[in-house]
């Protein structure tokens, strides 16, 4: 009953940028947090990047000092932006609603978006 539209993956060259971007929709009530998981090939799920509501962000190590995730919680829109990109953070990049509660409902629960391929090469 949550819907993904997620955006902005593609190649980008090693030392560039890129700006991911992920709305929800659906009946929703609320969401407590949204934010950013990839999985590269052969490697588990693992967060890059998530902030709540209220605006509390964590990052994950790997990504700390060169990513920013914002939100527009009026859009339940999460944005994340990755700067200095390295072939390491190539992967598949997850949408995740955390906690979510709709009108459909009233137990909150996670919902995750399709994915989108970032690639980062020469």
């Known amino acids: 009953q949550v819907q993904f539209v997620e955006s902005g993956g593609g190649l980008v060259q090693p030392g560039g940028s890129l700006r991911l971007s992920c709305a929800a929709s659906?009946?929703?009530?609320?969401?407590?947090?949204m934010g950013w998981y990839r999985q590269a090939p052969g490697k588990q799920r693992e967060l890059v990047a998530k902030?709540?509501?209220?605006?509390?962000?964590n990052y994950a190590d790997s990504v700390k000092g060169r990513s920013t995730i914002s939100r527009d919680n009026a859009r339940n829109t999460v944005y994340l932006q990755i700067d200095s990109l390295k072939p390491e953070d190539t992967a598949v990049y997850y949408c995740?609603?955390?906690?979510?509660?709709?009108?459909?409902?009233?137990?909150?629960?996670?919902?995750w978006g399709q994915g989108t391929q970032v690639t980062v090469s020469s």
């Open positions: 995740l609603a955390d906690s979510v509660t709709t009108m459909d409902l009233q137990t909150p629960r996670d919902y």
């Open positions: 659906g009946s929703i009530i609320r969401i407590y947090a």
């Open positions: 902030i709540t509501t209220g605006g509390r962000a």
